[in-house]
């Protein structure tokens, strides 16, 4: 679908994804585009510029409550919605607030059901990674790359279990969405599974921003949650957007598809990076002793998308290396936190299991 000229709909706009998705919609000339966001994890700040310019509409609401979200598409008549709101956090949230996580369920069934009714002619659905089962993702020695059809659709006959109930409704909306379609009841669909997004707006409860933030108050010793083994494949906010624009612009009747870089990189190595920074702003003095946190949360052990189907359909790969992207987010980290502020956060690690 060409964007330009489109109006358009993204839930939970505020957001660090969101509201970068949102920079990156204006600068595709969308005609009009409304956000709504409760800010119970976005900022307003990400987007008052926009607001106040008047090149967006923005309404503070939770879209769980009565009308919000039927009041917004009757009013709004967007051509497509992207959907990101969520209650959602970092690797502690998603293991430890299975209720809370619970909720997303109804929300994201919520919004499908109210787009299907306004005539919505597409929906993009910020999915995750989290779709597929912990259980394949265990061995660290393992040369593993995560496909799309390891969950599906139509998923059925899958019997292992997506990442706990976030992940699960994550899958459970996928489906959703592709019945929707392939049932004509809406046009057109794209699931884009995100994979450990990071970049500047991004929040200290999600792992680079934690290990930037601990390098920025030179915190020691450095913690690190688990044994720093865990492999994982983090991706820059800006290569996320793309393929969720990407993912928008696609012709398919529908396709869910990774969002991820294949660079694997260890939670131990990515910490180092962020000390190595650090380092050269604070001068050499910062050699911190690094100490494990066996017992925190730290979900699977080797989680690495495969994005090859992102390559053959959307023409879409990520462009930024980690290391480069690290460093970029670190010095927007450093140049804009309050040192204080950041010390309070770490005071407790349970913090970065919140929101």
Not at 337 to 343: G, I, L, Y
Request: neutral net charge; hydrophobic residues 40%; glycine residues 8%.
């Amino acid at each position: 679908m060409e964007l330009k000229g489109k109006k358009v709909l993204v839930t939970g706009g505020a957001s660090f994804i969101g509201s970068t998705l949102v920079d990156a919609l204006l600068a595709k000339d969308v005609r009009g585009l409304l956000v709504i966001d409760d800010l119970s994890a976005g900022r307003y700040a990400n987007i008052k510029e926009h607001n106040e310019a008047g090149r967006i509409g923005f309404i503070k609401a939770d879209i769980r409550e009565q009308n919000i979200t039927r009041n917004a598409l009757r009013t709004h008549r967007p051509d497509i919605v992207f959907h990101l709101a969520a209650d959602h956090g970092g690797r502690g949230y998603v293991d430890l607030h299975n209720a809370e996580c619970a909720n997303n369920l109804f929300l994201s069934g919520l919004v499908l059901h109210e787009c299907v009714k306004a005539g919505v002619k597409k929906i993009v659905f910020a999915s995750s990674g989290c779709v597929y089962p912990n259980n394949l993702q265990t061995d660290v020695s393992q040369e593993l790359f995560l496909t799309e059809d390891l969950v599906g659709p139509p998923y059925l006959d899958k019997p292992q279990f997506s990442d706990n109930l976030y992940g699960y409704e994550k899958l459970m909306t996928e489906m959703t969405l592709y019945h929707y379609v392939k049932g004509g009841k809406l046009p057109s669909a794209a699931s884009c599974r995100y994979f450990t997004v990071y970049g500047p707006r991004g929040k200290l409860d999600h792992a680079i921003l934690a290990m930037i933030g601990r390098a920025f108050i030179k915190q020691d010793p450095f913690k690190i949650w688990g044994d720093g083994n865990q492999l994982r494949n983090w991706t820059h906010v800006s290569d996320i957007v793309s393929g969720t624009i990407a993912a928008a612009e696609y012709e398919g009747d529908y396709i869910a598809v990774n969002l991820g870089t294949m660079e694997k990189t260890s939670v131990l190595q990515a910490a180092v990076m962020a000390i190595e920074y650090a380092r050269e702003r604070h001068g050499q003095e910062y050699h911190p002793e690094l100490e494990f946190l066996t017992e925190m949360p730290t979900g699977p052990k080797n989680r690495i998308a495969d994005n090859k189907l992102a390559k053959k359909e959307l023409g879409w790969e990520p462009k930024i290396k980690l290391a480069d992207g690290l460093r970029e987010t670190a010095k927007w980290f450093f140049e804009t936190q309050d040192v204080e502020k950041v010390k309070a956060h770490f005071a407790d690690e349970m913090k970065l299991t919140e929101r």
